[in-house]
């Protein structure tokens, strides 16, 4: 009796605690519903606010609702360049709209071809006589890179702004393994493929340093330039190679030595900031607080000016994000997702597809999953596209490798043909324990892999065939797809990676051009008339709860959060080497196959659990990881 009177306490108490959580989302989703609601005057004459409290990406991630619960902070908001630009480009047509406000104070970057963009975008609306001006407690690189185009740049008081430019260190564990006696197994291809190297050495090649020098110096050239052309009253040199001289010139005041270098054109808090701008575009009628102005935020704004999609359909499939086994994201390229996405759209009577890729790749199945579906539409006859985004390597190459035409932006990063994969075997740590492996084989691959006892030299010959054969792959997609010899692109290929310009000179892209120019492409080598179209993001937009949930989890990020000066930043950089820690770590000890996938590129988020189908290499892993 008693043990059945435990049995049925548990059972009350987890049906008490399944009642609860149920009730939680209960009102978690009519809170959200009630607060979702738009205002009744969502669009008002002033100022266009684009209030970037998060970062610039190319697609939006989805809100894990178990992972805001169990979170004490709230998700970092994400703005999509895309409507960003569409929004500054409506706004400066716009008779309602008198001048476009960018308030900083939290953004968190983005990548260099997208903030290019959105710059650009800005400097039509000057064109077309609307002010843009930029406020922030304190700049960095991608800070500065879109307020450069604005018409008035302010600053706080106790802020600043400084400039680092692109590069810094990698972690390198090579040591540390050998302490802790794991052997970081690596089957690779490529001379440049430095993506294995933080698992076997303690300090960068000699052929890494070559093309990261190489690299990191055409992005810099790149940056300085677009920055001097929008602001050539700018001091460069003295803020990037004398850079502790020129604070100290100013006591160390960031603010007053960004105005001495022509980085910021005002000192000012933000109330002064917006009473500058009530002086351009009225007072707030709704809101009485010290400076406050007449303005339309963003998502009314986007709302408000939603394009029509009447005529033709050009499609456009987005490839964003690591490239995963399974069906994540958005914001993670899961190959299945992504291929169902296009074969949906096999119906839709496309005149035209457009691939967009800002991805650094992953795996290789995922990749080649996408290709396969991409090539299907090829299939039928309509034109195909590319057009990469800030990051188009390794696999997000080889998912572009069945375009027609390529289309890359000067600050692109592309390349890293090659694949690779990492199997940690813990033999040495097991002997330092007393741990040793023996028994019987009938066949040189019985018992393998092994965890204890460590791979036959068959099993190591067999994967590094298995990385040959894959990378003799990667090479004939390429071949074919660039008209050129697998030998010309094993040249070029090696796993090293290269900046757009570059990229176009060796025949890797066939042009300079952003996403509108490949559409523009693309749907004129379809015949359709140049007004005559619509584009088709395929799988674009939210599902409502996606949406509630984003609406009420936003609100509630940017009530909570705060302007941040440049010790917030440097701590913000700080934060983000912790994470890049997390994710070494993880791609080494976690069930991934066989990888094609960039070092040198920027890490995108890291995708959730997903089931999926295994290459060879995760079908050897597996054995023993579970």
């Known amino acids: 009796m008693s043990f059945a009177r435990k049995v049925w306490h548990f059972l009350v108490a987890v049906k008490d605690g399944l009642s609860l959580v149920f009730l939680l989302l209960f009102f978690l989703l009519l809170y959200a519903v009630l607060t979702a609601r738009p205002s009744p005057v969502p669009v008002r004459e002033g100022a266009l606010l684009l209030r970037l409290n998060g970062a610039v990406v190319e697609e939006k991630s989805r809100i894990d609702p178990l992972a805001v619960l169990m979170s004490d902070s709230a998700p970092a908001r994400e703005f999509q360049a895309r409507d960003l630009v569409r929004a500054i480009d409506a706004a400066a047509g716009d008779a309602r709209i008198k001048a476009i406000v960018l308030d900083l104070s939290e953004f968190t970057g983005g990548g260099q071809a997208h903030l290019q963009d959105i710059g650009e975008a800005l400097g039509r609306a000057r064109a077309a006589n609307k002010p843009v001006l930029a406020w922030a407690v304190a700049y960095a690189d991608d800070g500065l890179a879109l307020a450069a185009h604005a ?34 197994r690596v089957y690779k291809v490529g001379t ?30 790149e940056w300085q330039a677009n920055f001097r052309k929008v602001r050539p009253q700018a001091d460069l040199a003295r803020v990037t190679g004398q850079p502790a001289e020129w604070v100290d010139s100013a006591q160390g005041d960031l603010a007053t030595a960004g105005l001495s270098a022509g980085l910021v054109d005002k000192i000012g808090t933000k109330v002064d900031f917006g009473r500058r701008v009530a002086r351009l575009v009225g007072d707030d009628e709704w809101d009485n607080a010290p400076g406050a102005f007449a303005h339309t935020e963003l998502d009314p704004w986007l709302a408000d000016t939603q394009p029509s999609a009447t005529g033709d359909k050009v499609g456009v499939v987005t490839i964003a994000g690591t490239i995963v086994d399974g069906d994540a994201g958005p914001g993670t390229a899961g190959g299945e997702r992504i291929a169902k996405l296009l074969d949906d759209a096999l119906d839709d009577d496309l005149k035209a597809l457009v691939v967009r890729v800002d991805s650094p790749g992953g795996s290789a199945l995922a990749s080649e999953q996408i290709r396969l579906a991409i090539l299907r539409h090829k299939r039928t006859g309509i034109p195909v596209a590319v057009s990469m985004g800030n990051v188009a ?28 994969a990492v199997v940690p075997t813990f033999e040495r740590l097991a002997a330092e324990w007393g741990v040793n492996a023996d028994g019987v084989r009938t066949t040189p691959l019985s018992g393998q892999p092994d965890l204890v006892g460590g791979f036959t030299p068959e099993v190591d010959a067999m994967l590094q065939s298995l990385i040959a054969n894959g990378y003799q792959d990667f090479l004939g997609r390429v071949a074919y797809s660039r008209k050129m010899s697998a ?80 010790f917030a930043l440097v701590a913000g950089r700080e934060q983000a080497a912790l994470e890049r820690l997390a994710d070494d770590v993880r791609l080494v000890f976690s069930r991934r196959g066989v990888q094609a996938y960039c070092l040198e590129c920027p890490m995108p988020p890291q995708p959730g659990k997903v089931n999926a189908p295994q290459d060879a290499l995760t079908i050897f892993k597996r054995l023993w990881l579970e």
Do not use: C
């Open 151 to 184: 018409s008035e740049i302010w600053v706080d008081p106790l802020g600043g702004a400084m400039i680092a430019g692109p590069g810094g260190s990698h972690l390198y564990y090579g040591g540390l393994f050998d302490r802790l006696k794991i052997n970081a």
């Open 192 to 221: 440049y493929k430095s993506a294995v190297e933080p698992y076997t050495r303690s300090d960068m090649s000699p052929e890494a340093r070559e093309n990261y020098t190489a690299l990191n110096g055409a992005l810099w050239e």
């Open 393 to 420: 390597a390794s696999g997000g190459y080889w998912v572009a490798t069945p375009g027609q035409r390529i289309f890359a932006e000067p600050e692109t990063i592309t390349g890293s043909i090659g694949i690779f």
């Open 487 to 566: 030998a010309q692109v094993d040249a070029i290929g090696q796993g090293r990676v290269w900046d757009g310009g570059a990229a176009r000179q060796i025949g890797l892209v066939d042009q300079y051009g952003d996403l509108d120019d490949a559409i523009a492409w693309a749907a004129a080598q379809a015949k359709l008339d140049k007004d005559g179209y619509a584009v088709t993001y395929l799988g674009d937009g939210l599902p409502t709860f996606d949406s509630l949930l984003e609406n009420l989890v936003m609100r509630d990020s940017s009530e909570n959060a705060g302007a941040r000066d440049l």
